[in-house]
């Protein structure tokens, strides 16, 4: 059974910044991505950004230059740093640990939410 818990969210200015953080556990599996997806009300679910087990990164171009994912393998942990936040990126943040390859199925952690105020 794979859990995934998150937490970081909260409530900040424009210009701000937040810590998302999401913890995996149960069986993992040493190659997965993980990563953040992010749902505005009224929008659909929206890649945020993912991580590979080797380091390997991909990013939403809304994201590029002001979020960083990052992760702990020891921990099965994944980071998301939010810089410069605008209002538009206030949404619910749900952390994603993708074992398609190994299992053929994908975790969804239970949602954090994110509010930039101006």
């Known amino acids: 059974q794979v859990q995934l818990v998150g937490s970081g969210g909260g409530l900040v200015q424009a210009g701000g910044s937040l810590r998302l953080s999401c913890a995996a556990s149960?069986?993992?599996?040493?190659?997965?991505?993980m990563g953040w997806y992010r749902q505005a009300p009224g929008k659909q679910r929206e890649l945020v950004a993912t991580?590979?087990?080797?380091?390997?990164?991909n990013y939403a171009d809304s994201v590029t230059g002001r979020f960083t994912i990052s992760r702990d393998n020891t921990k099965n942990t994944v980071y998301l740093q939010m810089n410069s936040l605008k209002p538009e990126d206030t949404a619910v943040y749900f952390c994603?640990?993708?074992?398609?390859?190994?299992?053929?199925?994908?975790?969804w952690g239970q949602g954090t939410q994110v509010t930039v105020s101006l």
């Open positions: 991580i590979t087990s080797g380091g390997s990164t």
């Open positions: 149960g069986v993992i599996y040493s190659k997965n991505v």
């Open positions: 994603n640990l993708d074992l398609r390859s190994a299992t053929g199925v994908n975790y």
